[in-house]
């Protein structure tokens, strides 16, 4: 299982940006993939997560209507797409890939249920 990030960067508040995770080595139906974030002196924080298989979609409360996890058909790449970024969005972001099935919603986003992780990517938002 290989995941690498990229398209983060530096932006303004309310501007956009698209990550991407470019996954190989799994089937992607089989798995839940999901974005997390890191700040500095923060704990990981789960964004976003969703599983292609069955249409599973979970969002953070602080991105909900702002952020969209999604993959094009025929592609092995997962995005995550930011729009109205806001300072606290600031963090090194991370997409991570759990091939185990999930009891529990609240396990969607939380990183300690996903075994594979790629090397992150940052981005920073100003005012």
């Known amino acids: 299982v290989q995941l690498v990030e990229s398209g983060g960067g530096s932006v303004q508040a309310g501007e956009s940006l698209r990550l991407s995770c470019a996954t190989s080595?799994?089937?992607?139906?089989?798995?839940?993939i999901a974005w997390f974030r890191q700040a500095p002196g923060k704990e990981r924080e789960g964004v976003s997560s969703?599983?292609?298989?069955?249409?599973?979609?979970y969002h953070a409360d602080s991105v909900k209507g702002r952020f969209t996890i999604f993959s094009l058909s025929g592609e092995n790449t997962v995005y995550l797409q930011m729009n109205n970024l806001k300072p606290e969005d600031t963090a090194v972001y991370y997409c991570?890939?759990?091939?185990?099935?999930?009891?529990?919603?609240?396990?969607?986003?939380?990183?300690?249920?996903?075994?594979?992780w790629g090397q992150g990517t940052q981005v920073t938002v100003s005012s």
């Open positions: 991570a890939a759990a091939r185990q099935p999930f009891k529990h919603r609240a396990n969607w986003l939380d990183a300690a249920h996903y075994a594979h």
């Open positions: 080595g799994f089937t992607l139906d089989d798995y839940a």
């Open positions: 969703f599983r292609t298989k069955d249409g599973s979609i």
